[in-house]
């Protein structure tokens, strides 16, 4: 398994077309090691990229340095072997791409997209609607957060899983960040960008990330990239009502047991049974019998996982 020259992003274009190919992507965090609930995703976003001739590409999101588990990124690697994934191209890492980010507020300034905000967490209190309060003020961009100015429009993207989604940035969010005062690089600045730059045409991913969505298609409208595909899978849930993740302290993958967790993976998105092999022959079988309309269109799966 290869990792990327974080100086050479792939390109979208060939003679100007962006490519019309299938290519899909696993882009975990490395806030802590895997879970079934990423095993979920992954297979997923696996077997439906293959099952249409795609590529399927692997990207490590860790721009949240601070917030960076130990040995996790070592632990998403060595799964992605373990199952028996193999990208169509090398692995990149978002904190070796910081210069990017910067270079595309740097864009976004210039047109007069973005601003300075200083207003800190307790200044806004319980109201997750910014109110736009320094929209106005001209605030030097240094040591401040960086927010993207929204309009009043909706925004819908029709979702294969869960149907049609809307939003009113404005009157449902207000303008958000890109980059907080600590100078970390916002996730949604950041996955729009590397979406592009490696020519993503399909995101699937869970439902957790529903409501991002439209955030994400509005800024890459105004960054003029093409309009992706997206398909949000159920939630994997613990025995509390919670959805498998690190902060709820789900158990990581047993990587000695990855066939047997790669065929409860598959049930649990409903697909059809396959023979307990090794995992790339398992893979094969599963992306042969992919089935979409199989998967439960939910936001929860149900039953409990660990």
Known sequence: MSISNPSLPLPLTK????EENYVGRFAPSPTGPLHFGSLITAVASYCDARAHQGKWLVRIEDTDIPRIYPGSEEHILRAMDAFGFDPNA????QKDRLDIYEGVIEQLRHQGLVYACQCTRKMLGSNHIYQGTCRDLNLP???????????DI???????LQGRHCSNLKQDLGDFVLKRRDGIINYQLAVV????LQGMTHVVRGADLLDNTERQIYLGQLLGYPRLQYMHLPLAMNDQGQKLSKQNLAQALDLTQAPQLLQQALTALHQPDVELDTPERMLKQAVAQWNIKQIPHTTELQGHYL
């Open 193 to 196: 960008v590397d979406d592009y």
């Open 15 to 18: 003679g100007g077309k962006a």
């Open 90 to 93: 090398e692995i990149i890492f």
């Open 141 to 151: 961009f240094e040591h401040q957060a960086i927010r993207l100015k929204v309009e």
């Open 154 to 160: 909706e925004i819908c993207f029709d979702d294969p």
